[in-house]
């Protein structure tokens, strides 16, 4: 046994190394050190981080409460406004999740209301957190039966009929796509500032609602180079929930008066395979740059489908230059690289290191 083995009994114990200084720590500045923000969504917040106000401390918004829990504590305090007496406060459902409270006294029996929810001011019917569950429930891609799901599961009192339900979803559609309009064109000005004239470069591809060639609806978008912001997106469906239902019945004064009716908001705007929908929606777009958005897209980022550039160049009266996408380009060649090793695995005389 070596000296140095024997020094190493079953009570050695080695010593705690020091930390010693390196060139970072010795090099420590009091400044924020500049950060280089690369992706789109950090740009967007960034640019937009001074619009943000401090949040104050007065009580806004909504809140779930426990109604029993609730009209108790404060009937504890509440007096009447009128003759001093004791009152309480009691519900009745309205409509949907709004409810009408009322201070009832129990010696003059004056009552004095008031509702839970605003109601709009375009609207003398549409209470604003009923308009809100279902903008809510619409965004994580619930409908009324699942609305009514969910207020059974939290005991809230249920929603809203269909023909309101129907009402309040035409009205979430208009605004919401007044507020897309207004917000892409101010993506644009703010591009065509950036770029210092209306001739711009985009970045544009489309997707569907699902996987293969058979899905019944998909969009396209186009965003800008440098603000990373959407300019224009077009949807496409090949399918119409009313047409559907009419397409064994369509013969008849009936049917000729429920089309005539039904033209206006038939969704309906694609005839075709579905993987004609990135190149009918980016041709509908740069048709309309001009005329809408004041920009000529003269340089455009895409992947490598063959099929939409060239209507795109049919569709412009401008010159239209292709810029490949280095993302897609990478994608591709590592999917081929790895089938290639895959597929080669296990073969003699197969060099991983060429691959």
Not at 11 to 33: A, G, I, W
């Amino acid at each position: 046994m070596s000296c140095k083995s024997a020094r190493r009994s079953t009570d050695y114990r080695r010593k705690k190394r020091r930390f010693c200084v390196n060139q970072h720590s010795k090099n420590k500045t009091l400044e924020p050190v500049a950060v280089d923000v690369t992706s789109a969504s950090s740009k967007k917040l960034c640019l937009d981080s001074d619009s943000y106000q401090s949040i104050s401390n007065e009580s806004k918004g909504y809140r779930l409460l426990n109604l029993d829990n609730f009209s108790k504590e404060i009937s504890k305090h509440l007096v009447c406004f009128y003759c001093g007496s004791k009152a309480e406060l009691k519900e009745k459902v309205l409509f949907g999740l709004v409810s009408e409270f009322y201070i009832d006294c129990n010696s003059c029996a004056m009552q004095s209301t008031f509702k839970s929810s605003p109601v709009f001011e375009s609207s003398n019917h549409d209470y604003e957190i009923n308009t809100r569950i279902t903008y809510a429930m619409r965004t994580l891609g619930v409908g009324l039966r699942g609305i009514k799901t969910f207020c059974s599961v939290i005991d809230l009192p249920p929603p809203v009929s269909q023909k309101s339900y129907d009402r309040i979803l035409n009205n979430i559609k208009s605004a919401s796509s007044i507020l897309a309009v207004a917000s892409m064109n101010k993506a644009a000005k703010e591009k065509i500032a950036a770029s210092e004239k209306n001739e711009i470069c985009v970045s544009g591809d489309g997707t569907w609602k699902t996987w293969g060639h058979t899905s019944r609806i998909g969009a396209c978008s186009i965003i800008g180079y440098i603000t990373g912001k959407v300019i224009d997106v077009e949807v496409l469906s090949s399918y119409c929930k009313g047409c559907d239902r009419w397409k064994s019945l369509k013969y008849g004064s009936a049917y000729q008066e429920w089309k005539k009716s039904h033209e206006p908001y038939c969704v309906k705007n694609h005839s075709g395979s579905s993987n004609k929908m990135e190149v009918k929606g980016m041709k509908r777009i740069f048709k309309r740059s001009l005329l809408e958005r004041n920009a000529k897209y003269v340089k455009y980022i895409g992947d490598g489908d063959t099929k939409t550039f060239p209507e795109q160049q049919n569709t412009v009266p401008y010159n239209l230059e292709k810029i490949e996408c280095v993302g897609h380009i990478q994608k591709r060649m590592g999917a081929r690289l790895r089938r290639l090793k895959l597929v080669n695995r296990g073969k003699k005389n197969y060099q991983m290191a060429k691959v």
